[in-house]
C-alpha cells in the first residue's frame, strides 16, 4: 500500500494533520492531533483537495484524535458529508469514543442550505406575479368594504341609539388623543406649510409684478387642499398607525379573542370610538391647520413684501370666500373616516407575531395616504363639474 502525506506546514509543527493511504479499491484518510478551532485551519485545505477515489472505497480514521471542539467536529462532518456526495457511497468515520456523542450533537444540527442563484425570470413568471397581486388587491378591497359597510351600519345605530351602542368614556379618550394632542404638531407644520406657499408665490409672481396676489394664492390653496390635505396626512402618520398599532398589539396579546370569547363586540368597542373621535377632531384640526397656515403666509409676507397685516388681512378677505372655506371642511369628515376605517382594518389583520404589527403599521399609513388623495382628486372632479 502507498502512502501519501497531504498535509505538511513548513513554518510549524502542525498539531492538526492529515495523511492518505490509497491501496488497491480503497483510499484511507488518517486524521490525528487537535481537531479545535486554533489548529483546523492547517488542515482545512488540505482535505478539500482530497481527489483520486473513483472507483476506491473511502474510510475515515480519526482514532488519533487527541482533542476535538466542535469547530473540529464540524470539519470532520463537512468532509464526510462532501465525499459521500462525490462518491454516492457510506463513508464511515471512526473516533474516540469520547468524542463520538459530540459528534452525533453536531450531526444532528441542519445543514446550511447552500445559497443558490435566483432563477432566471420567465414572461409566464411576471404574468402569474401580475395575477397574484391582482388576486391579493381585489381581495383587499373586498375586504375594505365589507369592513366599511358593518362599521357604517354600527355607526349609524350608534347615532340613533347612542346610550346602548356608543361607548362614551371611550369616545372622549379618543379625541383627547387625535384632536387635542395633535394641534402641536399640526398647527407648527401647518404655519411652516403657509410661509414656504407665500414665499414660493411671492418669488415667482415678483417677476411680473403681482406678489400682491401672492396672499390670493395662500388663501385660495389653504382653504380648498392644503389645509385639508396636509392635515389628513399628518392625522394618518399619527393617528392611524397609532389605531392599527394598538388594535395589532391587542391582537397579538390575544385580548382580541378574549373580548369575542365573552361576547364583546369589537367593532362597537374598539372601531366605533376611533371613527367618530377622528370624524369630529379632524374638521376641526383642519379649521386651526388654516388659520396656522395663513398666520405663516401673514408672517413671510409682512418680511418679505413688506405688507403690513391690515393690507394683508383685506387682501385675504377679497379673495376667499365662505363657499371656498366650505370645500375644505367638506372633506374632513370623509378623509377621517377612511383613515380611521384603515387603521383598524390593519389593526385586525394583524397575525400573532411583533413583526406583523409593524408590517400592517406601514401599510395603514400608505393605503390611507393613498386614499385620503384619491379621494381629494375625486372631489376636486366633482367639484369641477358642478361649478364649485
Given at each position: 500500500m502507498r502512502e501519501q502525506k497531504l498535509f505538511r506546514n513548513k513554518k510549524r509543527k502542525a498539531k492538526a494533520w492529515v495523511t492518505a493511504e490509497r491501496g488497491p479499491g480503497e483510499l484511507r484518510l488518517v486524521l490525528g492531533g487537535e481537531w479545535v478551532t486554533t489548529e483546523i485551519e492547517y488542515a482545512?485545505?488540505?482535505?478539500?483537495?482530497?481527489?483520486?477515489?473513483?472507483?476506491?472505497?473511502?474510510?475515515i480514521d480519526g482514532t488519533a484524535i487527541t482533542h476535538l471542539d466542535s469547530a473540529g467536529a464540524w470539519l470532520l462532518l463537512r468532509t464526510k458529508r462532501a465525499l459521500e456526495k462525490a462518491s454516492s457511497q457510506p463513508i464511515p468515520l471512526a473516533l474516540p469514543q469520547n468524542f463520538v456523542l459530540l459528534l452525533e450533537t453536531i450531526q444532528r444540527v441542519p445543514e446550511t442550505p447552500a445559497c443558490v442563484a435566483a432563477p432566471q425570470r420567465t414572461i409566464s413568471g411576471y404574468i402569474s406575479d401580475v395575477g397574484k397581486h391582482s388576486l391579493e388587491l381585489f381581495s383587499g378591497a373586498y375586504s375594505f368594504l365589507g369592513f366599511l359597510g358593518r362599521v357604517?351600519?354600527?355607526s349609524f345605530q350608534g347615532i340613533i341609539r347612542p346610550n346602548r351602542e356608543v361607548p362614551w368614556p371611550a369616545l372622549v379618550r379618543q379625541i383627547e388623543e387625535t384632536g387635542l394632542n395633535a394641534l402641536p404638531i399640526v398647527g407648527l407644520l401647518s404655519f411652516m406649510i403657509g410661509i414656504v406657499i407665500a414665499y414660493q408665490g411671492a418669488d415667482q409672481l415678483q417677476q411680473f409684478g403681482a406678489e400682491i396676489y401672492t396672499i390670493d394664492l395662500l388663501g385660495f390653496s389653504t382653504l380648498r387642499e392644503m389645509g385639508v390635505l396636509m392635515t389628513a396626512i399628518i392625522v394618518?402618520?399619527?393617528s392611524g398607525s397609532a389605531f392599527t398599532a394598538q388594535i395589532g398589539t391587542m391582537k397579538v396579546n390575544q385580548e382580541i379573542d378574549a373580548m369575542q370569547t365573552i361576547g364583546i363586540n369589537v367593532v362597537e368597542a374598539l372601531v366605533l370610538p376611533r371613527v367618530l373621535a377622528l370624524m369630529l377632531t379632524l374638521p376641526l384640526l383642519t379649521f386651526y391647520a388654516d388659520v396656522m397656515a395663513l398666520v405663516g403666509g401673514a408672517v413671510m409676507v409682512y418680511f418679505d413684501l413688506g405688507y403690513s397685516v391690515p393690507v394683508y388681512m383685506r387682501q385675504l378677505e377679497a379673495a376667499i370666500s365662505v363657499e371656498m372655506f366650505m370645500v375644505g371642511m367638506?372633506?374632513?369628515?370623509?378623509?377621517?373616516?377612511?383613515i380611521a376605517i384603515v387603521g383598524c382594518l390593519e389593526g385586525l389583520r394583524v397575525k400573532n407575531n411583533s413583526?406583523?404589527?409593524g408590517l400592517q403599521t406601514t401599510r395603514s399609513v400608505v393605503e390611507s395616504i393613498f386614499l385620503v388623495i384619491v379621494v381629494d382628486a375625486l372631489f376636486s372632479i366633482v367639484f369641477a363639474i358642478l361649478g364649485i
Open positions: 482545512d485545505k488540505p482535505l478539500q483537495k482530497i481527489g483520486g477515489f473513483q472507483g476506491r472505497k473511502i474510510v357604517t351600519i354600527e394618518a402618520g399619527r367638506i372633506k374632513a369628515p370623509v378623509f377621517a373616516y377612511l413583526e406583523s404589527v
